[in-house]
């Protein structure tokens, strides 16, 4: 489980998170929601110590972060981040036998049970065929299902993920929170994600903090938090919600001009933040 | 209690080499013993080769006969002079050169992500030849004797690393952009300085001399301390790079993935520009400014082993060494009884080389 209190950061003068408490059990996902540059990533990063922050603290089962080596961090957390090897291609089997770095002394070559681990987390997100294969060839979703693999490979019984939709078909989109999700109920692992899609946290997460300028403006079930009432203000768009199923899903559209105020073209609009 | 046991077995069939590893443990083994082989047959020709021919059979029984104490008999006196007092130091410190600069040179393309890296981008070798041109334009030797060309260079090469190292860390992190543009930057610096100092000294002769130097050469090999001591660092940084391997990996993806991975990125960062720095510094004062081995080699290493480091490491130590050992002969041979600089030699096959290369390496693009 991963408790924050009191978490501040700041760029320079510019802050980006005032006083930010968070508590993510076992066995849940928690959805970090906020528009563009309300400092989701951010609060992300200062949870396995990337970011250290300012002020406040992030304890892991109780253990202050700042208490514990990278390494510990690495063993408790892992982390699904988008960074691509670029210029100096590694095979699928390297990217995810990365993942047992935490686990071996610096001075250790990866053994057969390390490959046994790594082979096992690859099937487990459906991309062990492409073991041999350069990690720079794979599409959008190959590639982060083997990040995912990776993070797998860790045994960690923590997992934050950024955006892991990104760029993803829809299909790929519920594939990967469905793993996601399923490792949360079954493994009882702390599942802490940052999403865009109001939707997909609506249907994957337990809980959601809803955050705008580096506060947080509502927390709790995705029922209660991801309401017209709560995301007009802050996203600055009209919200519908439709029952659907058991559950529901979110329609959005553009304020409507009031009738006295001047129409504003697209070009003068107020652009949201980005990021 | 959250368990880590989520991975199902795997099936009986693919469990055995799941990842497909041992089959590329086996070739790349393969590769490495073949390019061992080759270096070892390199190294007796550079010895039996010069203007004086000895036969390579003749090579292996006057080595074999020094290192087992019971001289080779039936061989004339010259023949042992030439190759155990001239020609086996110069090929001993062309290995030593060859593979330091390659591994280096591999290491620093992770460590700045950067194809185009190589083991001078520190700024090292323009300090060293800083270093240099004081001692050899106005006789600065610091108490070291014979050594002094060697010993300023050497201390040239560390303040310049240790420059851009100060200067590149902000806020008690390092990154790559950063230390690339201020590896650059130093490095344009300490060039002027050797220029200025070139200008200075008004000295045609001593102007040709550091030319010389800058262009690299293996001449000044001899048995000693200084040999003795480049073998064993450059043995050192290859043994301790491959062992890195895994964390080469990591920081060649980025920044955020070696931390994910409990690597802090500028602790290791700092570790391996110790160790690069300390190898080059030595390489750099025992034979001036060798071009083009660290930026090409461990691009041909990769092509053959592929980019992990565990194997991309001592395959460039071995193709280094074995590219410098031939160039060197070359050097020697071509224009005979002059010498032509290493480093000239270097950049002319090092070059198309290297075009060759990038045209394979995206054919697509």
């Given at each position: 489980m991963i408790r924050a209190s009191g978490i501040t950061f700041s760029y320079g003068t510019r802050s980006?998170?005032?006083?930010i408490d968070l508590a993510a059990p076992h066995g849940q996902v928690l959805g970090l929601v906020g528009p563009n540059g309300s400092g989701k990533t951010t609060l992300l990063r200062t949870l396995h110590h990337a970011l250290v922050p300012r002020t406040g603290s992030v304890l892991i089962d109780g253990d202050d972060l700042r208490r514990l080596s990278a390494r510990e961090i690495a063993r408790r957390i892992s982390v699904v981040v988008q960074e691509s090897p670029g210029d100096l291609p590694l095979l699928v089997s390297d990217m995810v036998l990365l993942g047992r770095t935490p686990h071996r002394s610096s001075f250790a070559r990866a053994g057969a049970e390390d490959d046994q681990i790594a082979a096992r987390a690859l099937a487990r997100v459906g991309a062990?065929?492409?073991?041999?294969?350069?990690?720079?060839?794979?599409?959008g979703g190959e590639r982060q299902r083997v990040l995912i693999a990776r993070a797998l490979a860790q045994e960690s019984t923590h997992l934050l993920l950024d955006?892991?939709?990104?760029?993803?078909?829809v299909r790929y989109q519920h594939e990967v929170l469905d793993l996601v999700r399923d490792l949360a109920v079954n493994a009882h692992h702390t599942v802490v994600v940052v999403l865009h899609d109001l939707n997909l946290a609506a249907s994957y997460c337990d809980q959601v903090l809803l955050l705008h300028d580096g506060q947080v403006v509502a927390r709790g079930a995705p029922d209660d938090v991801l309401t017209p009432e709560h995301l007009e203000p802050v996203y600055e768009v009209e919200v519908r919600r439709v029952a659907l199923d058991d559950g529901f899903q979110l329609a959005f559209r553009p304020r409507r001009a009031r009738a006295d105020a001047p129409r504003s073209t697209p070009h003068t609009a107020p652009r949201p933040r980005s990021a | 209690m959250p368990s880590t046991v989520v991975l199902a077995p795997l099936s009986a069939r693919s469990s055995n080499d799941p990842l497909g590893r041992r089959r590329r443990r086996r070739r790349n083994a393969a590769v490495l013993t073949a390019l061992t082989a080759v270096l070892a047959v390199s190294a007796v020709l550079g010895v039996a080769i010069g203007p004086v021919w000895v036969a390579p059979a003749d090579v292996v029984r006057i080595l074999v006969g020094h290192l087992t104490g019971s001289p080779a008999e039936g061989l004339d006196l010259s023949a042992d002079a030439i190759v155990w007092d001239v020609r086996l130091p110069r090929v001993l410190l062309g290995i030593g050169v060859g593979a330091g600069l390659a591994v280096c040179g591999a290491a620093l393309q992770a460590m700045v992500r950067?194809?185009?890296?190589?083991?001078?981008l520190l700024g090292i070798n323009s300090g060293a030849s800083s270093g240099a041109a004081a001692t050899i334009l106005f006789g600065v030797t610091l108490g070291l004797g014979e050594h002094a060309l060697a010993g300023s260079a050497f201390l040239g090469a560390l303040a310049a690393s240790l420059l851009v190292f100060v200067v590149a860390r902000t806020a008690g992190r390092i990154t790559s952009v950063r230390l690339l543009l201020t590896g650059v930057a130093v490095g344009y610096a300490l060039s002027a300085v050797t220029s200025f100092l070139v200008f200075a000294s008004g000295s045609a002769e001593g102007a040709r001399s550091v030319m010389f130097w800058l262009l690299g050469s293996?001449?000044?090999?001899?048995?000693?301390g200084p040999l003795a001591a480049l073998l064993v660092v450059v043995l050192a940084t290859v043994l301790v790079l491959t062992f890195w391997a895994r964390r080469l990996d990591a920081l060649a993806i980025g920044d955020e993935t070696a931390h994910v991975l409990g690597i802090g990125p500028t602790r290791f960062r700092t570790q391996l520009l110790v160790v690069v720095s300390l190898c080059v510094g030595v390489i750099v004062a025992a034979s001036g400014c060798i071009g083009f081995v660290g930026l090409v080699v461990p691009h041909l290493a990769r092509r053959l082993?592929?980019?992990?480091?565990?194997w991309a490491v001592p395959a460039s130590a071995l193709l280094g060494a074995t590219f410098l050992l031939w160039a060197d002969l070359l050097a020697r041979m071509l224009m005979q009884p002059r010498e032509l600089p290493i480093g000239i030699i270097a950049a002319l096959v090092g070059a198309p080389f290297l075009l060759l290369l990038i045209r394979r390496l995206h054919p697509s693009s």
């Open positions: 980006i998170l005032s006083g062990l065929h492409l073991a041999a294969t350069p990690f720079d060839g794979l599409s955006e892991p939709t990104n760029h993803l078909d | 950067n194809l185009l890296a190589d083991p001078y293996l001449a000044l090999a001899q048995w000693g082993v592929g980019s992990a480091h565990a």
